[in-house]
């Protein structure tokens, strides 16, 4: 089970990282940052295999690929923007990693507009005249 690797890996990293961080507490940040870009390059085929299925279902409902694609993008901010925001807190920027989740929820919302506005004029037309 990949989980299993992943936890594996992440109580090694900790273990390094509290022996390591008395003696060298900028060596340790790295090693903390080294190991959450290990875990998500881990996980990147998991991810192409949930975007390949969401396009083969999204292709054989008739769903348009725009939205599909723009959803993706969304997702794809907020998890980029909480794993930047986590690796700044890991080096104790709290302030900055606020500013990096803010400027994710705002990429987030301007790249929702579109759906939100085809949202609005569905429902529209279900509406009595």
Do not use: C
Not at 95 to 112: D, Q, R, T
């Amino acid at each position: 089970m990949e989980i299993i690797q992943v936890v594996g890996l992440g109580l090694i990293a900790t273990i390094l990282i509290m022996v390591v961080k008395e003696q060298k507490p900028m060596f340790a940040f790295l090693l903390a940052a080294a190991t959450g870009v290990l875990i998500f390059m881990f996980l990147m085929g998991k991810i192409s295999t949930v975007i390949s299925e969401l396009e083969r279902m999204a292709k054989s409902s008739g769903v348009e690929m725009i939205y599909l694609k723009t959803i993706l993008k969304i997702i794809g901010i907020a998890y980029i923007a909480e794993f930047g925001a986590q690796v700044v807190r890991d080096a104790g920027q709290e302030n900055i990693a606020s500013k990096i989740e803010l400027a994710g929820k705002i990429l987030i919302m301007v790249l929702a507009v579109p759906i939100i506005g085809i949202i609005i004029e569905t429902v529209l037309k279900l509406l009595p005249s």
